[in-house]
T-cell receptor, first 113, second 112 residues
Framework: EAQVTQNPRYLITVTGKKLTVTCSQN?????MSWYRQDPGLGLRQIYY???????DKGDVPEGYKVSRKEKRNFPLILESPSPNQTSLYFC????????????FGNGTRLTVT | GDSVTQMEGPVTLSEEAFLTINCTYT??????LFWYVQYPGEGLQLLLK?????DKGSNKGFEATYRKETTSFHLEKGSVQVSDSAVYFC???????????FGTGTRLKVLA
């Protein structure tokens, strides 16, 4: 089944404790992206990648890192999480043809205390 | 920069009522336009799309027409069901920058 898989689904952590949210897709998509969803703000793009070893900042990249060493994986790293990063995070992928829709994972709800 | 504006919710309708959710956009060039739906506890799923002016996207009884002259992509359904209760997002993809821009979402609640 074609899908984007994120793990974990829920994560509670404390300020400053490094964490990684994994994302993997099995559709051979070149484009991958991370979003955060907050009430009243919709989805905001954190980082995106158009291909292996190519990543770029979205609208809200501060406090996040990403890497794209393989086509299928695009982990999101929070080196020193803070409470303002408490949010619902989505990974998404797409073929690199600009008119194709994004395929989303089921989300990771992160709480930073 | 590019942006998407959609009507604020929540929208509450009775079953079989007509639905319109307004969406307007600003973009340089000619973006592709999308409607996504998000059911509770799930990620966003594509509902329909349109890639050029005057295209009509349709799926599951929902329709939206790409109107370049009014920069709009309003979502409509003739007769909503309780199972349509969800959050709906309008979005565009900028063909120049590969960015996908989302609206803030409109929550729809359909009562039996």
């Amino acid at each position: 089944e074609a899908q984007v898989t994120q793990n974990p689904r829920y994560l509670i952590t404390v300020t400053g404790k490094k964490l990684t949210v994994t994302c993997s897709q099995n559709m051979n998509h070149e484009y991958m992206s991370w979003y955060r969803q907050d009430p009243g703000l919709g989805l905001r793009q954190i980082y995106y990648s158009m291909n292996v070893e190519v990543t770029d900042k979205g609208d809200v990249p501060e406090g996040y890192k990403v890497s794209r060493k393989e086509k299928r994986n695009f982990p999101l790293i929070l080196e020193s999480p803070s409470p303002n990063q408490t949010s619902l995070y989505f990974c998404a992928s797409s073929p690199n043809d600009r008119s194709s829709p994004l395929h989303f994972g089921n989300g990771t709800r992160l709480t930073v205390t | 920069g590019d942006s998407v504006t959609q009507m604020e919710g929540p929208v509450t309708l009775s079953e079989e009522a007509f639905l319109t959710i307004n969406c307007t956009y600003t973009a340089t060039g000619y973006p592709s336009l999308f409607w996504y739906v998000q059911y509770p506890g799930e990620g966003l799923q594509l509902l329909l799309k349109a890639t050029k002016a005057d295209d009509k996207g349709s799926n599951k009884g929902f329709e939206a027409t790409y109107r370049k002259e009014t920069t709009s992509f309003h979502l409509e359904k003739g007769s909503v069901q309780v199972s349509d209760s969800a959050v709906y997002f309008c979005a565009l993809s900028d063909r120049g920058t590969y960015k996908y821009i989302f609206g803030t979402g409109t929550r729809l609640k359909v009562l039996a």
